[in-house]
């Protein structure tokens, strides 16, 4: 999500100081979250990072020796520091979780961590297209293979919702089943998903299927390459969206998550079905999954207003 306005961006990290090595229980800990829990890499390197952090604050002291006074006063450095209150939340996620783990396995006699919140944030609602300019983007003939694998990757995000990472793991023969017209992924905490894949994405990515073993070689297993035949990355994909944006004019920089935020919100707008869009989201919690109730009022606020005689004074 974007940051709120007033907000101040985040202090840069010292590179130093984020190469100082994790303490043997913090190295445990993580080995444990990955053989135990099957954490994701990124979730697994995020926590890493808020270590670090915590490592930093403490300036040489043993984490298992902190208190709760320490953290309330790491929480108002980090603060001071510029970070949002989201960020801080998800910095004492991460020690809450290590400490609850020495607790448990180490024994530790408390978790200074609990109780500990971080200071309030804005709330802030995640960016959607509305449903003319998701057909801007998504209309028009494709010029050349970049632009054939470009628009399946597209139709494919906001027909089906999937998240950045899912996308670009896709494998041929792996989870896309187009004579179903279904894609198979797996989501955070390693938990699997059907998703139902629209007309228009079908086509999309029976156009793109036919001509991809011209960028291709007979090895590659990912469905959407690079120029060089290889898997295009999260980052590869991102810039392919942006500059699609750009090059129509339509006004708004668009990332990935902007097309599973629309996915969401134009199904819940059309449907009112809360429950079948956390399913479709791959959401564990209904709370994750709210946010849109809130778009979709915020829709019908849009239209009050300019319809209504008496909406505007």
């Not at 004579?179 to 007309?199: C, I, L």
Request: aromatic residues 6%; without cysteine.
């Amino acid at each position: 999500m974007n940051a709120a306005r007033g907000v101040k961006p985040a202090a840069v990290p010292d590179p130093e100081a984020a190469a100082v090595p994790l303490p043997p229980e913090a190295e445990a800990w993580l080995g444990w979250l990955a053989s135990q829990r099957r954490a994701a890499g990124l979730t697994l390197q995020a926590y890493r990072r808020d270590l670090q952090a915590l490592l930093r604050l403490a300036d040489g002291r043993g984490l298992a020796t902190l208190a709760p006074h320490d953290i309330r006063r790491f929480v108002g450095r980090l603060h001071g520091e510029g970070l949002s209150g989201r960020s801080i939340a998800r910095h004492l996620s991460a020690w809450r979780g290590f400490y609850r783990w020495l607790v448990r396995h180490q024994g530790l006699a408390a978790n200074p961590v609990d109780g500990i919140r971080a200071p309030k944030s804005a709330v802030t609602l995640p960016r959607a297209l509305s449903p003319d300019q998701a057909q801007a983007l998504l209309e028009g003939e494709a010029e050349g293979l970049l632009e054939m694998r470009d628009l399946a990757m597209f139709e494919l995000f906001y027909s089906s919702g999937l998240r950045l990472a899912e996308l670009a793991a896709l494998d041929v023969g792996g989870g896309l089943d187009l004579a179903e017209a279904m894609v198979t992924v797996t989501g955070k905490r390693q938990r699997q998903r059907s998703v139902p894949v629209g007309g228009k994405a079908l086509d999309a990515l029976r156009a793109w299927l036919a001509a991809r073993e011209q960028m291709a070689p007979a090895d590659e297993r990912a469905v959407f390459v690079s120029r060089t035949g290889t898997r295009l990355s999260p980052a590869g994909i991102r810039s392919r969206l942006a500059l699609r944006a750009r090059q129509i004019g339509l006004g708004v920089h668009v990332h990935p998550h902007m097309l599973r935020h629309s996915f969401a919100s134009h199904l819940l707008q059309s449907s009112g079905d809360l429950r079948a869009v956390q399913e479709l989201l791959g959401h564990a919690s209904i709370r994750s999954t709210q946010v849109y109730t809130h778009l979709d009022f915020q829709h019908l606020s849009q239209v009050y207003d300019k319809t209504h005689p008496r909406a505007r004074k």
